[in-house]
C-alpha cells in the first residue's frame, strides 16, 4: 500500500513534468507539503523515522520513494526541509554503499531524470 501512495505521487509529477510544467509548477510546488506529509507520518510510526518506510528492511516502496523524493529536490530544492524524517531518511538511504556509489557514477549523473529535459 506505501507504494500505491508513492505511485500516485509520481503519476501527479509526471503529469506536472510532460503536460503542464510551465503552467503547473508553482501549484504543484504549493501543493507538496500535503503529497509528503502521509509519508513522513508513516516514517514516524515505524522506529521513530530511523528505520525504513515499513519495517526493517530495505524494500522496493523505499527505493521508489528515494528516486521520487531525489527527483523532487531537483524540482523544488528545499521542499524537505519541513518534513525532519525524510531529509534524513534521504540521506540515510543514499549513504548506503551500494546507493551512494550509484549516486555518484556518470550512469546516474549524467542520466536526465526526464525525457523531456524538464526537472
Known sequence: ?????????????ITLIY???ETGKEKYVKELPGHLKP??????????????????QISFADYNLLDLLLNHQVLA???LDSF?????????????????AFLASPEHVNLPINGNGKQ
Not at 45 to 51: C, E, T, V, Y
Open 1 to 13: 500500500m506505501v507504494n500505491d501512495g508513492v505511485e500516485d505521487l509520481r503519476s501527479k509529477y
Open 39 to 56: 509519508f513522513e507520518t508513516l516514517l514516524a510510526q515505524n522506529q521513530g523515522g530511523q528505520a525504513f518506510i515499513v519495517g526493517n
Open 77 to 79: 530544492p528545499g521542499c
Open 19 to 21: 503536460t503542464n510544467y
Open 84 to 100: 525532519p524524517l525524510l531529509l534524513a531518511y534521504v540521506a540515510r538511504l543514499s549513504a548506503r554503499p551500494k546507493l551512494k
